[in-house]
């Protein structure tokens, strides 16, 4: 956690020096892109969120027709353990998807800073 810590810190800081930088329009386009990848990239994670609750509301109205006591006892503690790991598929997602944009902007950053300290110099 300590070293996520620095690294955010030394992105964020990185990404102020780039205010300068603020109105040019290829700098301004690519920043655009990157925020539109990652709005598509959460869009499709919560489709698929959507399609998987939906079947397990699906099972969990399917339990009631368990025809013994064992039956359903099995059907609520397999619906459960779906439950938690539907919860941690989705949290794991999320912060994929947060390393990701970690990743992805700091490199973004790194290249735009290189590319206009070159053209400076």
């Given at each position: ?98 390393e990701n944009?970690e990743v ?18």
């Amino acid at each position: 956690m300590g070293e996520w810590a620095m690294r955010t810190g030394g992105t964020a800081a990185k990404a102020l020096t780039l205010a300068p930088f603020s109105f040019d329009p290829q700098v301004l386009s690519e920043l655009v892109q990157l925020q539109s990848a990652v709005a598509q990239r959460l869009q499709a994670q919560q489709q698929a969120w959507l399609q998987q609750w939906s079947g397990w509301l699906q099972e969990r109205g399917q339990v009631r027709r368990a025809n013994t006591v064992s039956k359903l006892v099995e059907q609520e503690f397999d619906l459960l353990a779906r439950f938690v790991l539907l919860l941690s598929d989705q949290m794991l997602d999320l912060v994929t998807l947060q390393e990701n944009v970690e990743v992805n902007s700091s490199y973004w950053v790194q290249q735009v800073l290189a590319a206009k300290t070159d053209a400076v110099a």
